[in-house]
Structures are given as structure tokens and as C-alpha cells.
């Protein structure tokens, strides 16, 4: 069975101004992948002969299957064919059955069709001609110089159709494909991403099949396990042996697998161990309660949430006592056990998390992104604080705040 090395390039010069998000490289390499082949180059180019004829050339020279989307439209700048002609010298042909399609096409809308639509049955001469099944331009697969081209509209509805209602099953029937690409990701959080690759170095290096690639996103890390494989249940037992090596390095940071987010974590402690939460906002302004309401079935683990943010409504809301703020001021470790262990008294609630500090200038000498975050636990009458200090502007802080609040809760809940 042949290796596949793929490259999927998209054309149209309104991808590069950004005035159409390019949604079709990220589907065509994800519907590649789990038929088992490998993208390994994404190119984008704008509708300019010479550019796109430098692609192709790329391309041709590294990749052994290329997908290419856009560029088969009837108007002047539709110039895919024609730089795939010129670094290839294959003649260009009308499609009597596309042509034909097309015709039909419009005499069944009662439309009026212009010469230049025409371009559009233009196809290679002895190429696989798929018929577009919600659109006028056909698919082309041209078999050249040991490596296969396929052209798709850069329509996203006819791409996608073309692709699974004709290219994949001709795949199949022509026994192209073999394995598929399976994966899982594993999600950690209290662990940076330069600890984790440092923790798994070797790990990492010596992996081919799977492949683990970190990936670091707000607050956290990923850990995506990638194996091409048969069966999913053979993949499976591939990525069985690979975590528990990494468990057994940083397990203590792991938090979830695949599509599982911390706060849908959090959700399901809260639930499993029939606690209740409350929490008292003054920084985040609300943020933490409208994260965890994202929660289907919040109202079983949430009783409320109060945004305290003025001086005043710390203590006329919360009750916090005015000699605390007097003394150690609102932005403090006092303040904030205060704040959580009132807040969870006001709810009823078995936990309360407070936040307080600064997300803009300074505030009674402390300085730009200092915030105090509270866990009080009722049953047992803990108070646990943490101080941190965060970079980057108000709207950072405050994701921030949230994140590192999810994670002390998920720490507190998985003891």
C-alpha cells in the first residue's frame, strides 16, 4: 500500500484579505486523516497565475496526493486550470456530460446562461471527471507524473459534498485507503507546557506511531496522541501504552480526555460528590458564574453568584465586615476568605470561592494583575487562599482569574 503524503491548497485571493475564513483546508485534512491519510502541507494562494503556478510546482515537488479547492469558477480570475496546464502541458477539454449538467443546470431554474459559463466543463483531457451533486463545477482527479491532483469548487457546501459523496468512495473502491488516523487527547492543567514536554522529552522523541504532539492553550496543556491504525480498538491499545507512561511522569496534572473542558470537570466532581458551590466576584466581574452556568444542569452544583465590586457592596451585600477592609483593604488575603465564607453562608451553598483584585491601574498599593482567590469549604471549615499575579491586559486578567479559579476548585475537589 502506497505511503500518502498530502498537501491541500486553497485559492482564492479573498482567503488571503481575510474576508472568508478558509474553513476548507481544516475539513479536507480532518476527512483525510480519518481515512488514513496524512496532510503534512496546507498552502494558500491568491487568484494570480504565476503564484498559483508556483504553488503547484511546491507542491508537485514534496506532496504525492494534493487537494486543491477554488479557482474553477467561469470568471477571468478562476485560473486553476490553467496553472495546472502549464506546469503539467496536459490539454484542456469541454466534458460533454459536465457541459451537458450545466445546460440542464440552468434551463431547469429558468436561468439565462452566459458563454462564460462554459469554463466550468473545462476538465484535463483523461482525467476522472465527479459530478458536482449540489453545484455546476465538476471534481477533477488527474493522475500525473506518479502523483494524484484532485480540483474542487472552493464552495464549502460543493466541496464537501464532492468529497464524500465521490472522491472518498473512489478512494475505496480503488483500494487507496488502508489504515485511518485515530486520536485522543489528554488535558492537564497546573502544568506548563515547557514542564510537560520537559517531563515526556524522551517520550516524545522516540514515538512514530502514535505521535504525541503539547499543545498549549489558556492556562492549560494538551497532549494529542495520534496513531494510524486498522481499527479503532487497535488504536486504542497503542494509545493504552503510551498513557501510562505519561501518567505515570505527570498524572497528577491530567484532568480529562478529548472534547472535556476543566469547568465541565469541576461540574461533574461537584455533581459526583453532591456539594454545592457560590461565588463572590468582585475582579471578574460575573465571568466565573457565567463559566460555569455553561454547564448543562448548572442549578444541581450552582445556588449563585454575587458581583461585589464596589466597596460598598462588599459589605452591604456580602456583609464583610468594614474593620477587615479598613485594615487590610479590599484587594487582600482577608478580604477574599471573608468574601467566600459569606458568599456560601448567603447561598447556602457547601463551598464559596471568592475573587478579588486588579485588573487595571493600582489599587491600595497593589499592583496590575494582583488577585486573591478563596476556596472556603463549609464542611470541614477550611479557608484556602492563593495569591497570584498575572500579565497581559483587563480582558487577560480576568480569563485569567477565571481559569486559575477552576483549577483550585478542580485541586480541592479531587483530594
Known sequence: MKEWKAEVITVGTELLLGQIVNTNVAWVSEKLADNGISVYYHQVVGDNLNRVKDVFEIAHHR?????????????????????????????????????????????KRNLEMTPNNRKQAAVFEGSTVFKNPVGIAPGI???????????????????????????LPYFKKKNMLEDSIYSRVLRFIGIGEAQIEHELKDIIHEQTNPTIAPLAVEGEVSLRLTAKAKTEAEANTM??????????????????????????????????????????????????????????????VFKGGAVVYHEQAKENVLQVDSSIIDEYGTVSKECAIHMAKQVASLYGSDI????????????????????????????????????????????????????????????????
Open 63 to 107: 506532496s504525492n496526493i494534493i487537494f486543491v479547492t477554488g479557482g474553477l469558477g467561469p470568471t477571468d480570475d478562476d485560473l486553476t486550470r490553467e496553472a495546472f496546464q502549464e506546469i503539467s502541458g496536459i490539454k484542456i477539454i469541454e466534458d460533454e456530460q459536465t457541459m451537458k449538467d450545466i445546460e440542464a443546470y440552468f434551463r
Open 239 to 300: 494509545f493504552d501504552q503510551i498513557e501510562d507512561k505519561v501518567i505515570a511522569r505527570v498524572g497528577e496534572f491530567l484532568y480529562g480526555y478529548n472534547e472535556m473542558t476543566i469547568r465541565q470537570r469541576v461540574y461533574e466532581l461537584l455533581l459526583n460528590q453532591q456539594l454545592t458551590l457560590a461565588s463572590a466576584e468582585s475582579l471578574t466581574g460575573g465571568a466565573f458564574s457565567a463559566e460555569i452556568v455553561q454547564n448543562d444542569g448548572a442549578s444541581k
Open 141 to 167: 482527479l488527474v493522475d500525473y507524473d506518479d502523483r494524484i491532483w484532485i480540483f474542487m469548487p472552493g464552495v464549502p457546501r460543493e466541496m464537501k459534498a464532492l468529497t464524500e459523496e465521490q472522491i
Open 352 to 415: 464559596g470561592i471568592s475573587f478579588t483584585g486588579v485588573a487595571g491601574s493600582v489599587i491600595e498599593n497593589q499592583s496590575h494583575g494582583t488577585v486573591f482567590i478563596c476556596i472556603y469549604d463549609k464542611i470541614n471549615g477550611k479557608a484556602i487562599t492563593e495569591k497570584f499575579v498575572f500579565q497581559g491586559n483587563r480582558s487577560a486578567i480576568i480569563q485569567r482569574t477565571v481559569k486559575k479559579g477552576l483549577e483550585l476548585l478542580y485541586k480541592h475537589l479531587n483530594k
